[in-house]
C-alpha cells in the first residue's frame, strides 16, 4: 500500500511556481522532496551547445549533479539528459525543446520512451493531446507508443478557502467584476475594458477592477499588435470609467478581491493552463473565460461563463493572421458584453453558479486525492 512507503526522497530541479504548485506541495509520509539544482558539467556537449544558443532552454533541460540520497526526480516542463530516474510534470508537451537539431529532438524522444522516464503527467487532457499532436511534426519517430503508454492525466490541486468564499456579495447592490492579468494584452485585459466602455454607454453600471501592471510580453504575437496605443487608450479608460485600479496586489489581497467579485474575467487569448482560474473558483467567485486550450475542462456555462473563438486543433484561438486575431477579439468584446450585461441583471444566477464552483473544486482538485495519484507515481518509479 502507497502509506507504508517509508524515507523516499524526491529530487526537483527548482524551487519556483510551477514547482510548488504541482511538486512540493506534495504531502505525504514516508515522502520528502529535495532541490536538486542542475550541473552543466554533466551536461552532453550537445545539450550544452543548445542551452548556450537558446537562453530559456535551461528551463527544459535538466541535468542534475549525482546524488545518492535521491531516489526519483520529479520535475515540470523538463526532462533530464543524465542518468537518473524521474517524472514529469508538462503543461504542453515535452521534449519542450523548440529550436532544436533533429538529433536532439529524438534523444528527447529516447529518454522519455526509455526505462528512466517512469511517468509523464499531463495537467490537463489538452496537454496530452498536444503531446500527441507533437509527434506528427517527427514522423519517424518510432517509439511514440512506448511514451504514450507513461502517460497520466493529473489536474493539479487547490485547496479550498473555507474562510473566504463567504456569499454577503450576493447581498450587495453593486456587482463586482473583476480582472487581474500581468500580461496586459494576451490575457484579454484590452478586450474587457472595451467591453466595460461599450456597456457604460448602455447605461449598464457595475463596479470594475483591473489588477495588471499594463506591460506586454512576446511582442511578435498578433494581440501586441498596436500593443502602445491600446495600453494607452485603457490608462484613459481606466480614468474615464472609473474603474478601481492597482498595478499589482499580493496573493492574500488578489483572493480577498475575488472572494468579494460576482465575477472574475480572464478572456486570455493565450494560457497553458489556468491557475486562476481553479483559484478564484475555489474562493466562490465564478469565472467568465475563453475556450482555448485546457479551460473548457476547469470552466462550462454551468459553474460559469464561457466566451467561444475560433480555434485549431489543440484548442488554440486562431491569431496567426491579422485578419483572424481581429475576428477573435471582435467576438471576444461582444460576447463579453453580453455575459457581463447578463450577470448585471441577473445578479441571483451568480451565487447557483459560485456553489457549483466550488464543489467542482471538491471534486477534481482535492489535494489528498492528488497527493494519492502522484505518490503511487512516485512508489512505481522508484
Known amino acids: 500500500m502507497v502509506h507504508h ?6 529530487g526537483y530541479q527548482r524551487d519556483d511556481y510551477p514547482e510548488r504548485r504541482n511538486i512540493t506541495n506534495l504531502a505525504f509520509p514516508g515522502i520528502k522532496h529535495q532541490l536538486a539544482p542542475d550541473s552543466n558539467a554533466d551536461v552532453p556537449s550537445e545539450f550544452l551547445d543548445f542551452v548556450n544558443s537558446k537562453g530559456w532552454a535551461s528551463r527544459y533541460v535538466a541535468s542534475p549533479a549525482p546524488n545518492h540520497n535521491i531516489d526519483l526526480y ?27 537539431s533533429q538529433q536532439i529532438w529524438q ?8 526505462p528512466n522516464c517512469r511517468a509523464l503527467i499531463a495537467m490537463s487532457q489538452n496537454a496530452a493531446l498536444i503531446q500527441e499532436e ?29 474562510k473566504r468564499h463567504k456569499f454577503a456579495k450576493f447581498e450587495h447592490p453593486k456587482v463586482q467584476i473583476t480582472f ?21 454607454k448602455k447605461n449598464i453600471k457595475f463596479d470594475a477592477t483591473i489588477v495588471s501592471p499594463l506591460i506586454t510580453f ?7 499588435d498596436k500593443a502602445e496605443e491600446k495600453l494607452n487608450e ?41 491557475f486562476s482560474v481553479i483559484e478564484a473558483q475555489s474562493v466562490g467567485c465564478p469565472v467568465v473565460c475563453t475556450d482555448q486550450r485546457s479551460f473548457p475542462e476547469l470552466n462550462s456555462n ?25 475576428r477573435n477579439s471582435d467576438m471576444l468584446v461582444q460576447s463579453l458584453t453580453e455575459k457581463i450585461a447578463e450577470i448585471v441583471q441577473h445578479p441571483e444566477i451568480v451565487k447557483l453558479k459560485a456553489i457549483q464552483s466550488i464543489e467542482r473544486i471538491k471534486k477534481e482538485h482535492d489535494p489528498y486525492q492528488y497527493s494519492l495519484k502522484i505518490a503511487e507515481l512516485y512508489r512505481k518509479g522508484s
Open 74 to 100: 520529479h520535475y515540470f516542463n523538463s526532462i533530464p539528459v543524465s542518468d537518473v530516474k524521474f517524472i514529469s510534470t508538462f503543461e504542453s508537451s515535452l521534449p519542450r525543446w523548440w529550436g532544436a
Open 5 to 10: 512507503m517509508a524515507n523516499l526522497c524526491v
Open 180 to 200: 487581474i492579468g500581468r500580461d496586459f494584452l494576451r490575457k484579454g485585459g484590452y478586450e474587457f475594458i472595451k467591453s466595460v466602455d461599450k456597456l457604460n
Open 107 to 114: 534523444r528527447g524522444f529516447d529518454i522519455l520512451a526509455g
Open 218 to 224: 512576446n511582442n511578435d504575437s498578433r494581440w501586441n
Open 234 to 274: 485603457t490608462k484613459v479608460l481606466i480614468n474615464s470609467l472609473d474603474i478601481e485600479y492597482f498595478p499589482s496586489l499580493n496573493n492574500e489581497a488578489v483572493l480577498d478581491l475575488l472572494s468579494r467579485s460576482h465575477a472574475y474575467v480572464l478572456p486570455s487569448f493565450h494560457d497553458t493552463y489556468g
Open 134 to 162: 507533437l509527434y506528427k511534426m517527427f514522423p519517424d519517430i518510432s517509439d511514440k507508443q512506448a511514451i504514450q503508454k507513461k502517460i497520466y492525466i493529473v489536474h493539479p490541486p487547490q485547496e479550498i478557502d473555507y
Open 302 to 326: 454551468d459553474i460559469g461563463w464561457i466566451l467561444p473563438t475560433e480555434k485549431d486543433s489543440c484548442g488554440q484561438i486562431n491569431s496567426k493572421d491579422e485578419a483572424a486575431f481581429l
